[in-house]
């Protein structure tokens, strides 16, 4: 009775006397959102406020060890852009590294989807083993690799010798500047593509099949049906592909540090692991701050495109 | 009763004509199923006839199978590459990064998702802007955090848990929330008309009705940390508390000639997930592409 008879509470002390205003609170306020509180405070910790001093680190000529920073504006940039060749070298390394991986996986995946779309029986056993690849540690298939593209022993030699040739195919892939960087791509890739596959066979499967059908009745050939029901049908899960896949190139790190560091000579360098070895080898903490800042630039450029293209009315 | 009889005729006509078309394709689709099958899978079986090769026997024969079997490469690779201490290292950084993932993370989804507090829609906007930042961008700073938080004497595998849980917290909250939504609340509303408060009504109804989004984070963030290299790289030190990815690594650069131990070493990396993989196939690939798409 006495709630019924009690006027609505409006300034903050009553708010804060009244027994109802007080209980609502707890329940719909402070115990949300301390639910919410422990991981966002560590993401904040971990994530934001590093990422933050990242931004003024890159401005500085920090070593990464002592106090002994100086303010120097936006003078690592300049470096990186208009004198370090490295970081050129590197630069275009990613941009070939994103032409690759936006072309050969998905161009891989998107046959074997539509392959593997058509099939009834035993589907689900190539689904499992196309996807193996992409569960092992990138350790692991780096150390595979390396045996397989090894000079001596691995399949170039093998090659030679069935067909009784001498150092044609028995060459070292990892060690050329001229092909390193593309044995990389072509064995991050062995590990990656499945996992395209595995989302453009999801996308495909939820296509009606009456589309199918109708397609049928209008006469379409193969080609045809893949070309007008298929691909529209899954556009929204490639398109996006293409913007992570892109994103991604920027960040390529494992499998070039594990197998030839970004060797020989800089021939396979790419900015992760250029940033690496600065902030971590060389105590270039400023510097390499400023390449992680560059690369998060670059994403967020990728992201923007995509964003203004959806703005536009693509179906993205 | 002739016109049914006629119709269905053309009908069985048109139907095996269709049909012989259609295993026709279907050959050539399996034909190029088993060559990517075996593009996929015969690097994996190098690696396994390799791990039980004798040096000497890779020497003459390193890729076919292996004529004499030998285990021998397996306790050596164990003791020599320190497994004891490197996997029981891996399952304490996965075990302890999924339950602390699934615990804050399921708590931040219940609420983002039921209670909906004022500044819900900000933080899932920080959530998926925050998503959207690169490890590269904030390395450098977090390794100066992370080497004072060790000077001051914390364990660095707590550390590295605390990275990956916090990386991984985005992934969680979007996936954990969407499946949160899409339960329905009245089963959480009988809960409470029957007295039961607000923790009873996640664990006893929430969690036990989600427990397929919560095993999909699971799967995702526990691979992911198996395999991760390179936090573990740049914030773990001691060779006591390496995980298997950087301690193989190591063990590789040591022993780099020795194809028949490094080989058998990798075995042992990739058989509890071969494992788990096999016995949960359907689970890790919807899960890992419904949650993999993440950096």
């Avoid at chain 1, 495909?204 to 109708?214: K, S």
């Avoid at chain 1, 893949?226 to 390529?252: C, D, E, K, N, Q």
């Avoid at chain 2, 998503?131 to 904030?138: A, E, H, N, R």
């Avoid at chain 2, 004072?148 to 990275?163: C, E, N, P, Q, T």
């Amino acid at each position: 009775m006495a709630v019924l008879t009690q006027k609505k509470p409006t300034t903050i002390l009553e708010k804060l006397n009244d027994e109802t205003w007080r209980r609502k609170f707890i329940r719909n306020v402070l115990i949300p959102w301390l639910f919410i509180a422990p991981l966002l405070i560590l993401h904040i910790y971990v994530v934001t406020v590093p990422a933050v001093q990242g931004i003024y680190m890159s401005m500085t000529d920090w070593k990464g060890v002592g106090r002994n920073a100086n303010f120097i504006g936006l003078e690592n940039y300049r470096e990186l852009f208009f004198e370090d060749e490295t970081f050129g070298k590197a630069l275009g390394n990613n941009i070939i590294w994103m032409i690759f991986f936006l072309t050969v996986p998905f161009i891989l995946a998107l046959f074997a989807a539509t392959m593997l779309s058509q099939i009834k029986r035993g589907g689900m056993i190539y689904r499992s083993i196309l996807f193996i690849p992409y569960v092992l540690a990138s350790v692991v298939t780096i150390t595979i690799w390396k045996n397989l593209l090894n000079p001596q022993r691995g399949i170039g030699a093998a090659l030679d010798k069935m067909l009784g040739l001498e150092g044609a195919f028995g060459i070292a892939y990892l060690g050329r500047p001229e092909s390193a960087l593309m044995s990389i791509a072509f064995i991050d890739n062995w590990h990656f593509w499945g996992f395209l596959m595995i989302l453009f066979l999801a996308a495909m499967q939820a296509i009606p099949p009456v589309l199918y059908d109708a397609a049928k009745i209008d006469g379409a050939n193969r080609w045809q049906e893949f070309r007008h029901v298929t691909l529209p049908g899954i556009r929204p899960v490639v398109l996006f592909m293409f913007m992570m896949v892109a994103i991604w190139s920027f960040l390529a790190f494992d499998y070039i540090f594990l197998s030839t560091q970004g060797g020989p000579g800089g021939a396979s360098e790419v900015i992760a692991t250029l940033l690496y070895k600065n902030a971590f080898f060389r105590f270039e903490a400023g510097y390499g701050a400023a390449m992680g800042v560059v690369i998060s630039i670059f994403a967020g450029f990728i992201i923007m495109i995509f964003v203004t293209l959806r703005r536009r009315g693509w179906d993205i | 009763m002739t016109a049914i009889g006629k119709v269905s005729l053309q009908d069985a006509v048109l139907q095996r004509g269709r049909s012989r078309e259609r295993s026709r394709l279907l050959v050539f689709n399996h034909a190029v199923l088993l060559l990517l099958t075996a593009f996929a899978i015969v690097p994996l079986l190098v690696l396994a006839f390799n791990s039980v090769k004798t040096n000497l026997e890779i020497g003459q024969n390193p890729l076919g199978p292996p004529v004499n079997i030998v285990t021998d490469n397996f306790p050596n690779a164990w003791a020599k590459g320190h497994f004891a201490t490197t996997m029981g290292n891996s399952i304490i950084y996965v075990v302890a990064t999924i339950a602390a993932e699934l615990v804050f993370g399921g708590l931040a989804a219940y609420a983002l998702a039921r209670k909906k507090p004022p500044g819900s829609d900000a933080l899932m906007l920080y959530f998926l802007v925050a998503s959207t930042i690169p490890l590269w961008m904030y390395i450098v700073p977090l390794f100066v955090q992370i080497n004072a938080l060790k000077r001051i004497g914390v364990d660095a595998r707590l550390l590295l848990i605390m990275v990956y849980v916090a990386g991984n917290a985005p992934l969680t909250i979007f996936l954990l929330r969407s499946y949160m939504i899409d339960l329905p609340s009245e089963l959480e509303d009988a809960a409470r008309v029957d007295g039961a408060n607000e923790f009873q009504v996640l664990t006893r109804i929430v969690i036990p009705l989600t427990m397929p989004g919560f095993l999909t984070v699971g799967l995702v963030v526990g691979l992911g940390v198996w395999n991760e290299f390179l936090l573990a790289l740049t914030f773990i030190h001691d060779p006591n508390q390496y995980p298997v990815t950087t301690s193989f690594y190591k063990f590789v650069d040591r022993f780099d000639r020795d194809w028949a131990l490094t080989s058998a070493g990798a075995v042992i990396i990739i058989f509890p997930v071969m494992v788990l993989f096999l016995a949960l196939q359907r689970q890790f690939i919807n899960g890992l592409a419904e949650g993999g798409i993440k950096t």
